[in-house]
């Protein structure tokens, strides 16, 4: 078996019995438990379901991307693709499908990159980003979760 088990092509949404069109979506327990987690946290980290919508991110997250998750609440990917300002270290901009957790949520393989963003609070930062993809079960992918920590450029280029 290859280093991840999981390839978009082998992964088949789960149905979504009894939901009806404009009915409040019950989240997934990984998703709850992922969530509690976060919280739980000191390292920054930033989850979103299998649409890509914002589920959570925790208080040093929030420090981080200079607004809180009441604040920012559960925004669509193409929002928070972009809000954040994401660019390579050397500024260029990023398109949303570079980041790691847009990576992990299409392709659901883990992926790992280094970046520069501009938060809300207009503070720029260098970040190393981890995401990974959240299985329910094998064949039911739910959502992924992305940890970061700031990064000084001295430790970039090392």
Known sequence: MSGYPH????VKRAPSPGRSRGAVQQQNLVLILT???ADKLATAMFVVDHDGRLVYFNER???????TFAEAGRMPLDEWGSVFTPAELDGKQLSPDDLPLVVALRSREPAHRALRI???D???RHLAVTAFPLFA???EFVGAAAIFWEQSPQEEAG
Do not use: F
């Open 137 to 139: 079960r094998e064949d």
């Open 7 to 10: 390839r978009a092509a082998d």
């Open 61 to 67: 997250a929030a420090e981080i991307l200079g607004t």
């Open 118 to 120: 501009t938060g809300r």
């Open 35 to 37: 969530r509690e987690l």
């Open 122 to 124: 207009g503070t720029h």
